[in-house]
C-alpha cells in the first residue's frame, strides 16, 4: 500500500530534528490583502514533502502569491522549487518577508439558498456531460431523469469539432424524443472562464479538437434548432457545484474520478471553487508516479482516473487494462468474487483518504466529502466507501464520506440545471502546463 503525504508528514513531525515550516498565501497586493497561514513540524531534510504539500495548498486555495518560512536557505529547496514556480505562476518567496498578522474573520454558513429558475410548461432540461472518455446526456424534470443516453466522446477514428457536434446533437435528440426542450446544458471536460469560454484544452481534448479557438459559440451550435430557451457551456466540475450548491450543499468537497481526477470546493457561503485536483499530490511513497505532462510526482491524474485504475488492474492482473476499459474490469472482478477487485477498491480508497486528509488541512470547515464518476457506479461504490469510512472517521473533526447518489449520470443532470440556476463562482486560475 502507498504512503500518503498526509501519512508521511504526521511520521515527520514526530521526529526530535523536527522544526517549524510556515506558509503564508496572500489573495492580493499590499499590506491590507487578506492572508492565511500554515505551519507545519517536519526536519530540515524534509522539504520535498513540505513543498509538495505547499504546492497542494496553492492548487486548492489559489492564492495571488504565497511566502514560506523555512529552516533551510532557498538554495537548498533547489529543483523542486524551481518547479514548483513554473507550475503555479504565481509570486513564491522563500525566508524574505517580514512577519504579518494574519487578520481574523468570521465564516458563517450563508442563510440563502440560490433559485432554480422555472422552465416553460411542458418543457424539459437537457443535460449533456463531455467528458475525455465518454458523452452523457439527459433529459430531466427538475430531480427526475427522464431518459438518458451514452456514447464514447471520440469514436474510433473520429476527432475534429463537426463530428463533435454532430455526435452532441444526436444525444440530445435521443433523450428529447417525445419532449419540447426548454434548455439546455453542456458540462466539458476542460478548464474554463467565468463566462463559460474554454481557456485551454485538457490533454485528451487537444488530440482530438487541435486549437481551443474552434470552440468559440460551440453550445449555440449544439443547441441549434433543438431548445426554445436558454443554453450554457461550464466547466464539468463547475456544473456539479453550482448544482450541490443550489440544493444548499455548503463546506462541501465534491470529487469526480474520471479521464482525469477533478474536484471543486462549495464554500460556506455558497460559492464554488472549482480545481485541478488531478495535480494534487497524494503518493509519498519511493516509487511514485510521474504526471502525465507535468514535472510532479504522486499526483491523481496517474492514480485516480480511468488510466491510474488501469495502470494498478495492469500490475495485479499482468497483462495491459486500458482507460476506457478499467471500471468494467474492476466491476467484473468484484461481481466473481475475485480478491483483486477488492485490493483494487482498498487502494481507491487509501488514495481518497490522502485526498480528504490534505483538503482538510487546507479547507477551513470542510464538512462533506462526496465523489462520484461512472466507475463507482454500484458495488464498486459501496466497496470504495467501505474503504474510506475508518480511515476517514480516524482525522479529527472528520468530514462525513460519501459516493454520488447517481455517479454515471449526476454529471449530465447537474449540467441539465446549471442554465436554470444562479450560484456565485469564483473563477480557476489555469495552471502551467510545463
Known amino acids: 500500500m502507498l504512503t500518503t503525504l498526509h501519512e508521511r508528514l504526521q511520521k515527520l513531525r514526530r521526529d526530535p530534528r523536527a522544526q ?31 513543498l509538495h504539500r505547499m504546492h497542494n495548498g496553492l492548487l486548492l486555495l489559489q492564492p495571488a502569491s504565497a511566502e514560506l518560512r523555512a529552516p533551510v536557505s532557498e538554495a537548498a529547496l533547489g529543483p523542486r522549487l524551481a518547479a514548483l514556480r513554473q507550475i503555479h505562476k504565481i509570486p513564491i518567496q522563500v525566508n524574505e518577508s517580514p512577519e504579518q498578522e494574519e487578520p481574523g474573520s468570521i465564516d458563517l454558513p450563508s ?89 485551454s484544452l485538457s490533454t485528451v481534448m487537444q488530440k482530438r479538437l487541435g486549437d481551443v479557438r474552434v470552440l468559440d459559440g460551440f453550445a449555440s451550435q449544439v443547441s441549434q434548432g433543438l431548445c426554445s430557451g436558454p443554453t450554457a457551456l461550464f466547466n464539468d466540475l463547475t456544473n456539479l457545484g453550482r448544482h450541490l450548491s443550489g440544493q444548499g450543499k455548503r463546506r462541501l468537497l465534491r470529487l469526480q474520478v474520471g479521464t482525469s481526477f477533478g474536484g471543486c470546493w462549495i464554500d460556506a457561503d455558497g460559492t464554488v471553487n472549482p480545481s485541478e ?16 505532462y507535468l514535472p510532479i510526482q504522486g499526483a491523481m491524474k496517474r492514480y485516480l482516473s480511468g488510466l491510474g485504475v488501469g495502470e494498478r ?35 481507491i480508497g487509501h488514495l481518497l483518504f490522502g485526498v480528504i486528509a490534505e483538503a482538510q488541512v487546507f479547507l477551513g470547515g470542510l464538512r462533506h466529502v462526496e465523489v462520484g464518476g461512472s466507475m463507482l457506479q454500484g458495488a464498486t461504490g459501496r466497496r470504495v466507501r467501505e474503504a474510506v469510512q475508518p480511515r476517514a472517521e480516524a ?40
Not at 26 to 44: E, M
Not at 161 to 167: A, G, P, V, Y
Not at 315 to 328: I, N, R, T
Not at 423 to 428: D, E, Q, S
Open 277 to 292: 485536483l488531478g495535480r494534487l499530490i497524494i503518493d509519498a511513497g519511493p516509487s511514485p508516479r510521474l504526471h502525465t
Open 20 to 50: 517549524p515550516w510556515h506558509l503564508m498565501l496572500r489573495y492580493g497586493l499590499g499590506g491590507g490583502a487578506d492572508s492565511r497561514s500554515f505551519v507545519w513540524l517536519a526536519p530540515p531534510g524534509a522539504a520535498e514533502h513540505i
Open 111 to 199: 442563510r440563502t439558498v440560490p433559485q432554480f429558475q422555472a422552465l416553460a410548461n411542458g418543457t424539459v432540461a437537457v443535460g449533456l456531460d463531455i467528458g475525455g472518455t465518454g458523452m452523457k446526456c439527459c433529459a430531466a424534470d427538475g430531480e427526475r431523469i427522464l431518459a438518458k443516453a451514452s456514447s464514447p466522446t471520440w469514436p474510433e477514428g473520429e476527432q475534429g469539432i463537426e463530428s463533435l457536434i454532430r455526435r452532441a446533437r444526436d444525444l440530445i435528440a435521443q433523450v428529447s424524443q417525445g419532449h419540447r426542450v426548454g434548455s439546455i446544458g453542456i458540462g466539458f471536460a476542460s478548464p474554463m472562464g467565468i463566462d463559460g469560454s474554454v481557456t
Open 395 to 434: 482525522l479529527i473533526d472528520a468530514p462525513d464520506f460519501r459516493i454520488a447518489t447517481n455517479p454515471g449520470f449526476d454529471g449530465a443532470l447537474a449540467a441539465a440545471r446549471a442554465p436554470l440556476l444562479g450560484t456565485p463562482l469564483r473563477g480557476m486560475r489555469r495552471l502551467s502546463r510545463r
Open 313 to 347: 488492474l495492469a500490475e495485479l492482473m499482468g497483462h495491459p487494462v486500458s482507460a476506457w476499459d478499467s471500471g468494467y474490469v474492476l466491476a467484473d472482478l468484484l461481481a466473481s468474487g475475485d480478491p483483486r477487485g477488492q485490493a483494487v477498491c482498498d487502494w
